[in-house]
């Protein structure tokens, strides 16, 4: 019967016209809020749900619990305050008794909330003058919408829609479907049955016209995992498919230079690093190529692990490229990396001794033409070992004797091009093994579903002797910020201080940066060395500033968010953040970790006014914490999903039901159950309907945006 029913192909070719009342008129506004076809209008689910049958009445709420009763307006008045903000009063009641709602600043609820209409409020009770109270409550106008439990649905000022209109349409888009074929359900009963999955059908009745919430809550664990699958059936494929067409190097990784490198080092790895080199290198010896997401916090000791993948292909007599996201850091990263490489050796059996010094080179935008030439040379005939560039590199025509492995730093957006052109990098058609790198920690369930077919590293473990970095939060950069930096510098240590954020300009930026620059110089820190740094600084002063500044011939960088990342002087143990609520949490758990890289105990000072409760949250989250994961998660309950899948408008596409993170299990369920139904390797061919609703949801432009992600 499954599969004579209505598939959601077919709700999708039907436009919202044809259900009973809805018009051109209300169609226009339907399109407004995203919903074309019939398949639209039942994928648009309700936001909350009112239990009737559950005490949600005013006698039964308790004054400092949130609450949610739905209720008749009685009266309605508004009035100005002094400094010219709006109050409406309104008051409601039920069968059991009255409660006054409190608007600041709404004057529109004075319409909104005419006598006798009826309505959801969900808030938090107080008291106010004996009388129980809510303010600024969320509202939910219900029409004369029936049953036991009501579906509130996201309503639309702007479109002139209510609730009780999708609720309608909704409940006569179901009708035509259940009264006459059901839903066709393409996920194979065992796989319904092993998860306790309800049926297609029961679902999508289930979430709009539920008879209890236990039904709301079973028809959205099953949408929820359909929403997932679909992701997982599509990332799985493309990766089997990845696999099965790529030719990768299987890399001999016995050899000493990893061994030497590790001895060079001068620390211990950590257990992290241990168990990371061990994954890579176990991916590195098979012929399919790595393609590996390496997670750990600003300071985990990325690097290490990177140069060691390198150097794991070097000693087979491949090459290695490390790729970083902007010149800067690039050459940031080949300073680092050429001194950590200083005195090995590769062997070279053309020379006297039998081996030459290994060579590290960068390639950037600014590299001078005859230095360009001569680079290129020497990596198409195996003379340069390690290439350091942008992430550009893999994309200009720089061809490697044998490029072995690529490190790409903070590259969110690694995908199917960037892969396609590192196919072309080696004349035998080999495509190198691929280590990507974040310092942005994404809990491990979002990283499967945003870089669906990576496999993930994580170094969940600090170097030993590291020292928490203390954070403030000061409205003004006053005196006590400007102290603080003062009594560093005169103990030794050295500071930076970060420049208001511009996003709409550079120019702005730097403009501003200058200002900040003068204003400290011939200010606050008048008496100590104080050096500039952003993005219009040339080459060669940037250079030669960061050189003076780790040599600790300068006391304060001043600077951008050039700094944000790459940055190592572990010196310098205390930064100033202006303007910080312009900057996001991770940015600004980023440009934290450019402190603390020392033994000694760091601090760091965010300053500014809190613009909005939100960015009021992230500053409070990173003076509690400096746990990447934690405010990860804060972060992510701050910006919701939309943010995991890319900065885009949500679109009809988009998770609308899963929480990457509340959904976490289901995620990994739904993976398990790609692999099962994909895993053979021959697609999706016995289960085309499966294949076909991964098509609908997830057209070209979709899946695509998934890998590049
Ligand atoms: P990330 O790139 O992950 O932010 P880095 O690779 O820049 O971190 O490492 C941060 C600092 O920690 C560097 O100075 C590095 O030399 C040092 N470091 C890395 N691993 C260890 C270790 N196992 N023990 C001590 N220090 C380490
Ligand atoms: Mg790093």
Redesign the pocket.
């Known amino acids: 019967m499954a599969g004579d029913g209505v598939t959601l192909r077919e709700l999708d070719d039907r436009p919202v016209t044809d259900l009973n009342g809805v018009g051109d008129k209300r169609a226009a506004a339907l399109a407004k809020v995203g919903v074309h076809s019939v398949m639209d209008m039942l994928c648009y689910y309700p936001r909350r749900y009112l239990d009737r049958s559950r005490e949600a009445t005013i006698g039964a709420l308790s004054v400092g619990e949130e609450g949610m009763v739905l209720v008749r307006v009685t009266s309605v008045s508004a009035r100005r305050t002094r400094n010219r903000r709006t109050i409406v009063e309104v008051r409601v009641e039920d069968d059991t008794g009255s409660l006054r709602l409190t608007f600041f600043n709404q004057p529109w609820r004075e319409r909104q909330l005419s006598v006798g209409i009826e309505a959801v409020v969900f808030g938090k009770v107080d008291q106010y003058q004996g009388n129980n109270q809510m303010t600024n409550p969320l509202v939910d106008l219900v029409g004369d919408q029936t049953g036991r439990i009501v579906a509130v649905y996201p309503q639309s000022e702007a479109a002139g829609l209510h609730t009780w209109e999708f609720d309608s349409m909704a409940a006569e888009a179901l009708r035509r479907v259940t009264g006459g074929r059901g839903f066709a359900d393409p996920v194979p009963a065992e796989v319904l049955d092993t998860y306790h999955l309800v049926g297609r059908s029961e679902a999508f009745g289930g979430i709009h016209r539920p008879g209890s919430m236990k039904e709301v809550s079973e028809a959205r664990r099953r949408l929820v995992f359909d929403e997932l699958l679909r992701i997982q059936l599509e990332l799985v494929q493309r990766k089997i498919e990845l696999e099965r067409t790529t030719m990768g190097i299987a890399h001999c990784v016995d050899g000493d230079l990893v061994g030497a490198f590790h001895g060079v080092l001068g620390?211990?790895?950590?257990g992290a690093?241990v168990r990371t080199i061990d994954e890579i290198r176990a991916d590195l010896v098979e012929p399919r190529p790595m393609h590996r997401l390496l997670q750990?916090?600003?300071?985990?000791?990325?690097?290490?692990v990177a140069v060691t993948a390198m150097l794991a292909a070097v000693q087979g007599g491949h090459q290695g490229a490390f790729m970083a996201p902007t010149g800067v850091l690039a050459e940031q990263h080949h300073l680092g990396v050429a001194e950590m490489l200083g005195d090995l050796t590769v062997p070279d059996p053309t020379t006297l001794l039998g081996n030459r010094p290994l060579r590290v080179e960068l390639l950037t935008g600014r590299t001078p033409v005859a230095d360009r030439r001569r680079i290129t040379g020497d990596l198409a005939s195996g003379g340069v070992d390690i290439l350091i560039g942008t992430h550009a590199l893999i994309q200009e025509g720089v061809d490697f004797f044998s490029l072995g492995v690529v490190v790409i730093d903070e590259q969110h957006r690694f995908g199917v091009e960037q892969r396609a052109a590192l196919r072309e990098k080696n004349a035998d058609g080999a495509v190198p093994d691929v280590l990507v790198m974040t310092?942005t920690p994404i809990p491990r369930t979002a990283a499967m579903t945003v870089y669906g077919d990576l496999d993930v590293s994580v170094?969940d473990e600090m170097?030993?002797?590291r020292t928490p970095i203390a954070t403030s939060w000061l409205v003004d950069a006053d005196d006590e910020v400007w102290g603080a930096v003062r009594s560093e510098v005169a103990a030794g240590m050295q500071a930076y201080v970060v420049c208001p954020l511009i996003d709409e300009s550079e120019t702005l930026e730097v403009s501003s940066a200058e200002e900040t620059f003068a204003d400290l110089s011939a200010g606050p820190l008048a008496d100590m060395r104080v050096g500039l740094l952003h993005g219009r600084v040339g080459h060669v002063e940037r250079e030669e500033t960061m050189r003076r500044f780790r040599a600790g011939d300068l006391d304060v960088l001043v600077a951008t968010t050039v700094i944000e990342v790459?940055v190592?002087v572990?010196n310098a143990t205390i930064m100033v953040v202006l303007d910080a609520a312009r900057f996001g949490i991770a940015q600004l758990h980023q440009l934290r970790?450019r402190v603390g890289?020392g033994t000694v105990a760091s601090r760091c000072i965010l300053v500014g006014e809190a613009s909005t409760p939100d960015s009021e949250e992230r500053l409070g989250a990173l003076v509690r914490s400096t746990d990447g994961f934690e405010l990860a998660e804060v972060d992510l309950d701050l910006r919701g999903e939309g943010t995991i899948m890319g900065e885009r408008q949500k679109g009809r596409n988009d998770l609308r039901l899963a929480s990457l993170r509340r959904d976490r299990e289901w995620v990994e369920v739904a993976r398990e159950v790609a692999l099962q139904l994909v895993g053979d390797g021959d697609g999706l061919s016995r289960h085309p309907g499966l294949a076909d609703e991964v098509a609908l949801f997830l057209g070209e432009a979709e899946s695509d945006f998934l890998l590049k992600s």
């Open positions: 620390f211990e790895l950590t690093q750990g916090d600003v300071g985990s000791g990325k690097t290490v310092a170094l170097p030993p002797g790459g190592d572990p970790g890289r």
